[in-house]
Nanobody, 137 residues
Framework: QMHLAETGGTSVRTGDSLRLSCTNS????????LAWFRQAPGKEREAVGS???????TYADFVRGRFTISVDEPKDIMYLQMNNLKAEDTAMYYC???????????????????????????????WGQGTQVTVSS
């Protein structure tokens, strides 16, 4: 399994930028998808975006082009670059991962499985413990 841990969360002001990191210190896989979720107090956990092992990304509508997900595979780090932060971005941010146990699927087959499930927390087997982002003013 993956072992994921988030870093980079802090308190910022509206309009600021912040980059979160999610480091995998567990096993590495050829075919996988990673995702960022967030959860504000009193609200359900919601998907922010995802990226797969071939670099394809999916984002929630509320991102509005402000956020970018990327992966540094040699370091096993996924990033969430957040620009023009808003107060409603305040939340605990989690990273999550799911990997293909079989290497027989093409990336297209993997995506056909993952894409309709990308925003569902239950899709992901491995989770970090979260990092808090607070946006004020």
């Amino acid at each position: 399994q993956m072992h994921l841990a988030e870093t980079g969360g802090t308190s910022v002001r509206t309009g600021d930028s912040l980059r979160l990191s999610c480091t995998n210190s567990g096993n590495s896989y050829m075919t996988y998808s990673l995702a960022w979720f967030r959860q504000a107090p009193g609200k359900e956990r919601e998907a922010v975006g995802s990226i797969d092992s071939h670099g394809a990304t999916t984002y929630a509508d509320f991102v509005r082009g402000r956020f970018t997900i990327s992966v540094d595979e040699p370091k096993d780090i996924m990033y969430l670059q957040m620009n023009n932060l808003k107060a409603e971005d305040t939340a605990m941010y989690y990273c999550a991962g799911i990997y293909a146990k079989s290497t027989s699927w093409s990336i297209e087959q993997w995506r056909s499985w993952h894409e309709p499930r990308w925003s569902q927390p239950s899709t992901y087997l491995d989770w970090g413990q979260g990092t808090q982002v607070t946006v004020s003013s």
